[in-house]
């Protein structure tokens, strides 16, 4: 059975600067750049994501777009299709240092 993907390239800027959603590329054997209102952006990914059921989702920066995706589908009363069950795990950040000491 071949896996489904689907590449998103963020929101066409820096969370953590603008904290805005200009735009955001998909990729999922076509290229879709989605514009417009915030809400409308939101809209169109996730009826991309719904209707392509995909098996992986490859999101670069997820650690600041998803969260700030989140907040703002929330806001909009927007439903959200990252995840099949509904729900979305977040996993903690861990640090290692090493310096030659195990």
């Given at each position: 059975?071949?896996?489904?993907?689907?590449?998103?390239?963020?929101?066409g800027?820096?969370?953590?600067?603008?904290?805005?959603?200009?735009?955001?590329?998909?990729?999922?054997?076509?290229?879709?750049?989605?514009?417009?209102?915030?809400?409308?952006?939101?809209?169109?990914?996730?009826?991309?994501?719904?209707?392509?059921?995909?098996?992986?989702?490859?999101?670069?920066?997820?650690?600041?777009w998803?969260?700030?995706?989140?907040?703002?589908?929330?806001?909009?009363?927007?439903?959200?299709?990252?995840?099949?069950?509904?729900?979305?795990?977040?996993?903690?950040?861990?640090?290692?240092?090493?310096?030659?000491?195990?």
């Amino acid at each position: 059975m071949p896996l489904t993907s689907l590449n998103d390239r963020g929101g066409g800027g820096t969370p953590q600067l603008d904290k805005g959603i200009r735009s955001i590329e998909v990729t999922d054997g076509f290229r879709r750049e989605l514009e417009g209102g915030e809400k409308e952006i939101l809209s169109d990914l996730f009826s991309l994501i719904g209707s392509a059921d995909p098996d992986l989702i490859l999101f670069p920066n997820a650690d600041f777009w998803v969260h700030l995706i989140m907040q703002k589908a929330e806001r909009y009363g927007l439903d959200q299709t990252f995840s099949r069950s509904g729900r979305l795990s977040k996993l903690d950040s861990k640090s290692y240092w090493s310096y030659g000491v195990l």
